[in-house]
């Protein structure tokens, strides 16, 4: 893949985060998808900025994770129209999401406070180490000092997510770096408890992807690794098995349309194998001119089933819409076909994508809960002017083998409500769900009507969370698994955010 003519075309938008203030956390009803009233949502966060640089009110693209009672989201706060935000924004609650401090990650931009040397920030992405009881939010550094590099940056909470350092180095090797993501490894009796992986690619080397870990809670960071066979990609998402196994799912550039990829570490961290194919993407273009691909939703449960979501058209007839489709490993090597999660009926002319995939880590293989957030329209044939943005919600007991109803969480929103960028209106490359307990919290972007030319576009997640439900959808089937499309349709762009 060519580097992108400007480095800022490839990047993700994301949320604000700084020192922290209780924000007037706002709820909002979402009117009804059927005659089941719709989960009420609670506003975690808004956008404080007020810079003519960027858009407001506008925060997208979410990340969050869940250990024990506290819950982090994290965020992209001002979005400029050609890449990066304001800043990164946080929300924090300890008490298994009945309440939530919310702010702004400090000494990152000229609009934080302190300020920092980075002149935009991107793609959040929320861990915790257990061994040192560290939470990390790792994110990109646009620009530092008016430079054209883009760096890869952790912020670090030692109080258990209310406050954030200054950015710390994990790689700032000149390069145009992009989507990273971060994970540690939390169980005791692993060999390489304590360690922390972040996966990003350099875009300055064709999306090369990279691997660095961190063996002290996030404070320093090793050297960026290959793979063993030097593949490219874009928006890895690690997980650790019991065992200390680190497996990356990634969306793989295999394939004339690309592909969903995979690659392990059994060392800690010390080497990586070669990326393999786990399949091919089939993938339909999303109507309307909004941001949206292929990126996986990745998630691993309590035995080391790892499980990924992701957009996909192969049950649909000639491709004509998405589906989301899960596949599974217990290795990362050996995966499982994909199964498309029934959320609407095949043929229904409903198009899914971007989905956020949790597992309730305290749960495994036939009782595993699964919940699945994403953005849905009602209608694949829409267009800029007439398509309505949904999200919607749906849940396993079962590991997956049978699903809920589905639920719409918020919408319909017209895209003209979206920030704007020039890869097309955008609420987020990727979104996210975590579990806290029973109840599994989707962090979302819902948005109302602009006022003249300000956003109404904020982080959103379900006041109290929502149960995991074990019935089949009747209405729809359980998974289905059968004969694909075996034709993609889709020739993803030379530059992929």
Not at 73 to 102: C, E, H, L, Y
Not at 168 to 194: E, H, L, M, Q, R
């Amino acid at each position: 893949m060519a580097a992108s003519a400007s480095p800022i075309r490839r990047l993700r938008a994301g949320l604000a985060l700084a020192l922290g203030s209780t924000l007037a956390l706002a709820m909002i009803a979402i009117p009804p998808a059927s005659a089941k009233a719709a989960p009420r949502l609670l506003q975690l966060s808004s956008d404080p900025y007020t810079n003519t640089t960027s858009q407001h009110q506008t925060e997208v693209e979410p990340d969050t994770y869940a250990f024990g009672s506290t819950i982090v989201a994290a965020v992209q706060v001002g979005r400029f129209f050609d890449g990066g935000a304001s800043n990164i924004g946080f929300a924090t609650s300890t008490d298994g999401g009945k309440t939530w401090t919310d702010g702004f990650l400090p000494a990152t931009t000229p609009f934080s406070t302190p300020s920092g040397v980075y002149q935009r920030l991107s793609d959040p992405s929320v861990a915790f180490d257990a061994r040192d009881n560290v939470w990390l939010i790792s994110y990109l550094g646009l620009f530092p000092n008016g430079s054209s590099a883009v760096d890869v940056i952790v912020s670090r909470s030692t109080d258990g997510g209310l406050t954030w350092s200054a950015p710390v180095i994990v790689n700032a090797s000149g390069d145009f770096n992009d989507k990273n993501w971060t994970v540690c490894d939390n169980t005791a009796s692993s060999p390489f408890y304590g360690n922390c992986y972040t996966e990003f690619d350099d875009n300055t080397f064709a999306d090369l992807i990279h691997m660095s870990t961190s063996t002290n809670g996030g404070e320093t960071w090793g050297p960026a690794l290959s793979t063993h066979n030097s593949a490219h990609g874009i928006g890895g998402q690690p997980v650790v098995q019991p065992s200390g196994k680190v497996v990356v799912p990634i969306d793989g550039f295999a394939g004339r349309a690309g592909s969903l990829m995979a690659f392990t570490s059994g060392d800690g961290g010390a080497s990586w194998s070669n990326a393999i194919i786990v399949t091919l993407h089939q993938f339909a273009p999303i109507s309307g001119n909004l941001r949206s691909g292929t990126l996986p939703s990745a998630e691993v449960d309590a035995s080391g089933t790892v499980y990924v979501a992701f957009p996909d058209c192969r049950f649909e007839v000639k491709c004509a819409a998405n589906d989301i489709v899960i596949t599974t490993s217990s290795d990362g090597v050996t995966w499982t076909d994909p199964a498309r999660v029934p959320a609407d009926a095949i043929g229904s002319g409903v198009d899914h994508f971007i989905p956020g995939l949790a597992v309730d880590p305290s749960t495994s293989g036939s009782g595993a809960h699964l919940g699945l957030v994403y953005y849905f329209y009602p209608s694949v044939d829409c267009t800029a002017s007439t398509c309505q943005l949904d999200v919607g919600f749906i849940s396993s007991a079962n590991g997956g083998a049978t699903w809920s109803a589905s639920q719409q969480l918020a919408g319909p929103m017209p895209l003209s409500w979206l920030a704007n960028t020039n890869q097309g209106r955008m609420v987020g490359d990727y979104m996210s769900t975590s579990f806290v307990g029973g109840p599994a919290f989707p962090a979302l972007i819902s948005a109302n009507a602009p006022s003249d030319s300000v956003f109404d576009e904020a982080l959103f997640t379900v006041k109290g969370g929502i149960s995991v439900t074990g019935g089949p959808n009747s209405s729809h089937g359980d998974v289905v698994v059968g004969s694909p499309n075996t034709t993609p349709i889709y020739t993803p762009p030379a530059t992929v955010q």
